[in-house]
């Protein structure tokens, strides 16, 4: 409730106010990550990945995708040259990357659209907020048979099933407030957003499970890390960026809300 009206105020804002945002936001994902693997040399791989995610979301302001995309495999490279840990830590580290510029590359290419780009932006954080919130409230008053107890004790089947309904129909209030014709037959998405979403929950939960972190930082108090707040999100928003290159590699948001 605190973050929320700075975040949306940024989302509305754009330009380079928005873009210091992801971009910071993505440094921080970037440090979290190689703190739960205990990354070494930490600063070193700091540097060279927060040196690609820089480049490469100032790339996207005159560069195509790919170009973007290119910078963040070649820092990936370089990172995997770099650290130290045997072949089980390399793909770890150079992972953090991988996950840092997935949330970066696609919140800056989907609300670059002119057209929609905005509303994509809220549409995407409406679902994934709607799901977790959903998700928590069903899972407490409903119970019932545990999700999947060996990654994430307290996730239940109910809360899962709930935040899906509620995330679907945060989508579809969403395009229905912005004017869109897609309300319904964008539905699908929505709901794909919102069970991708809790996958990327599930996912943060058994990395953090693997290497013995409770959380990611300390930076929210009693929240713990961002990554511990954007886990859903950032694997949402890659789905969302690739739905909509698939759709439409040159209006990406058009592609994704537009059916």
């Not at 480049?55 to 963040?72: E, G, H, N, Q, T």
């Not at 129909?169 to 407030?177: K, N, V």
């Given at each position: 409730m605190a973050l929320a009206p700075l975040v949306l105020f940024l989302c509305w804002w754009g330009s380079w106010p928005y873009m210091a945002l992801v971009v910071?936001?993505?440094?921080?994902?970037?440090?979290e990550w190689l703190g739960i693997i205990s990354a070494r040399p930490k600063a070193a791989l700091v540097a060279i990945g927060g040196a690609a995610l820089?480049?490469?979301?100032?790339?996207?302001?005159?560069?195509?995708?790919?170009?973007?995309?290119?910078?963040?495999?070649v820092g990936m490279v370089l990172m995997a040259l770099v650290a130290r840990g045997g072949r089980q830590l390399r793909p770890w580290a150079t992972g953090g990357l991988f996950y840092a510029a997935a949330l970066a590359l696609p919140a800056l290419i989907l609300r670059a659209d002119t057209h929609v780009g905005l509303v994509t932006l809220i549409w995407l954080l409406a679902v994934v907020w709607s799901t977790d919130i959903a998700a928590y409230f069903c899972g407490r008053l409903l119970r019932g048979p545990k999700l999947w107890p060996r990654v994430s004790p307290n996730k239940t089947w109910s809360g899962a099933l709930g935040g899906a309904l509620?995330?679907?129909?945060?989508?579809?209030?969403?395009?229905?407030?912005?004017?869109?014709?897609?309300?319904?037959l964008a539905a699908p998405v929505a709901l794909l957003a919102s069970a991708v979403s809790q996958l990327g929950d599930l996912f943060e939960s058994s990395m953090?499970?693997?290497?013995?972190?409770?959380?990611?930082?300390?930076?929210?108090p009693g929240h713990g890390g961002l990554m511990d707040r954007l886990d859903g999100l950032i694997t949402a928003a890659l789905f969302a960026l690739l739905v909509g290159l698939v759709r439409d590699p040159d209006a990406p948001a058009l592609g994704l809300l537009l059916w």
């Open positions: 910071a936001t993505s440094l921080i994902v970037l440090w820089v480049l490469a979301s100032l790339m996207l302001v005159i560069r195509p995708v790919s170009a973007a995309a290119a910078v963040v495999l509620f995330g679907t129909l945060a989508g579809m209030f969403t395009i229905y407030l912005a004017g869109l014709p897609s309300v319904l953090k499970r693997r290497f013995g972190v409770k959380d990611s930082g300390s930076l929210i």
